[in-house]
């Protein structure tokens, strides 16, 4: 709940923030970062301005590591007066001060940074002291002293500027995290090694039309589709949910074309490009304090493709069914990738997900935590591309095999792994079903791990 601030707690706030920086200054003798938020109107304090604070500790954290810099000491606070952080450091307050200048001055959000720069002295570093103009205003563009002092813009005025420009950073970065998370776990997927039957740094697995590179190829030409699918996520957030899968089909046909037109006309990620890009229209439809939770964000998966099975294989039978899916839907009730996304993509939130973060949590490497969450994919789910290459025979006695390896053994070392890649490639079978699903399984793992960056 948003809560609206006197001017009397807003001159407390002032005083506690200078004494805790005269302590600070007393201990460490050295410049420190005083950083607020710049925020007009009686409301200091909301999940919005946190997003925006977040991010601005952030940019400052990434400054940090340009400069090579670790904090003596860092804190912060959050009160309905505001968000308030420090850092003390041990650097020239000059080259502080243009760092800070640099976050404040490139991007609409900087605006509404404060970031003071305290000599060790007590006194601030001034914009004039690096020969930089001042601040400018929100809505004119102006100085913003001149603004401020004549009152030329009115509080309602600052305030809706205000929230547009926290919503637009808001978005921007979630949609381009969902993205980057994405492309991320296609590199990741592609690149644990060995993995029976597929591309790998090993080998090409039982393709020979395509290699790790060829996937790479692909990963990085997805990338401005999996935005597009984040950003039609939040822009139908309000909408029900299968109006947003609705419109991420004519973006799925114009990938495809980016992927084949990157690849030289190799099928690399068609599969991905349907699951993946829905999971990042999922992400984008939810809130950011939601990515945290997987249950949520597969939950949302779910409503957005409801009735999506029934729908695409209505009117199919035993005469007109002309895909292996089709074929595979009227002979053994296969739904495939589907009924996988429709049922909330149990084989990632039930397998993959836990045995990888299983396997992470006991210190193995991400080549045999992702071999082990592969293989318990494709033991506990339906493989289409099993069966296309073989028969649904094989495939089900080789789910059985699988079973009964990952009972003694959840994780295969390299040399299991290696031995199983060239059984299938002899058998020439690639488990292309289960490589979306690991490359899911990554990507729920580090949208969960590392996607809540609210502080």
Not at 26 to 49: A, E, R, V
Not at 56 to 83: I, M, N, S, W, Y
Request: charged share 25%; glycine share 8%.
């Amino acid at each position: 709940m948003e809560t609206t601030v006197s001017l009397v707690q807003m001159l407390d706030a002032r005083e506690r923030r200078v004494q805790h920086q005269q302590e600070l200054l007393t201990q460490y003798h050295k410049p420190l970062i005083c950083f607020t938020m710049n925020i007009c109107g009686p409301i200091k304090d909301s999940p919005l301005i946190r997003r925006g604070f977040a991010r601005g500790r952030q940019l400052l954290r990434q400054q940090f590591l340009r400069a090579k810099l670790t904090p003596l000491h860092q804190d912060a606070v959050r009160e309905v007066t505001g968000c308030e952080a420090f850092y003390v450091l041990d650097a020239d307050p000059l080259t502080i001060k243009k760092f800070t200048t640099d976050i404040e001055d490139a991007t609409p959000l900087g605006r509404l940074f404060d970031m003071d720069v305290i000599r060790p002295d007590g006194l601030k570093v001034d914009r004039e002291e690096l020969k930089l103009e001042g601040r400018r205003c929100l809505i004119c563009g102006g100085p913003a002293k001149v603004c401020s002092s004549r009152r030329v813009h009115t509080v309602a005025e600052l305030q809706e500027k205000t929230t547009e420009i926290l919503t637009e950073a808001r978005d921007a970065q979630d949609i381009a995290d969902a993205a980057r998370l994405a492309v991320r776990a296609l590199l990741y997927e592609v690149t644990t090694t060995p993995k029976p039957g597929l591309v790998d740094r090993r080998n090409s697995g039982s393709h020979k039309d395509m290699d790790v590179f060829t996937f790479m190829d692909s990963a990085a030409a997805l990338y401005p589709y999996f935005e597009d699918c984040a950003r039609t996520g939040r822009e139908t957030a309000e909408q029900p949910a299968p109006e947003t899968f609705a419109a991420l089909r004519p973006l799925g046909c114009e990938a495809e074309g980016e992927m084949l037109d990157a690849t030289g006309g190799i099928n690399t990620h068609k599969g991905a490009v349907f699951s993946v890009g829905i999971v990042c229209a999922a992400l984008g439809r939810l809130d950011r304090s939601l990515w945290a939770e997987a249950a949520r964000v597969l939950a949302e998966v779910s409503a957005m493709t409801a009735g999506l099975t029934e729908k695409d294989f209505a009117g199919v039978t035993a005469e007109n069914a002309a895909t292996v899916g089709q074929k595979l839907y009227i002979q053994h009730g296969i739904t495939g990738v589907r009924g996988q996304v429709e049922a909330g993509l149990p084989a990632v939130l039930n397998v993959g997900l836990p045995v990888l973060e299983a396997g992470l949590a006991k210190g193995y490497d991400f080549d045999r935590v992702g071999g082990g969450a592969l293989l318990a994919i494709l033991a506990n789910s339906t493989d289409t591309n099993i069966i296309a290459r073989s028969s649904r025979e094989r495939q089900m006695a080789l789910t059985e095999e699988l079973k009964a390896l990952l009972a003694q053994t959840p994780y295969p070392d390299k040399d299991a792994l290696a031995a199983l890649d060239d059984r299938f490639i002899a058998e020439n079978l690639s488990p292309g079903g289960s490589a979306d699903l690991l490359a899911l399984t990554w990507l729920l793992h580090f949208v969960t791990t590392e996607g809540n960056i609210d502080e």
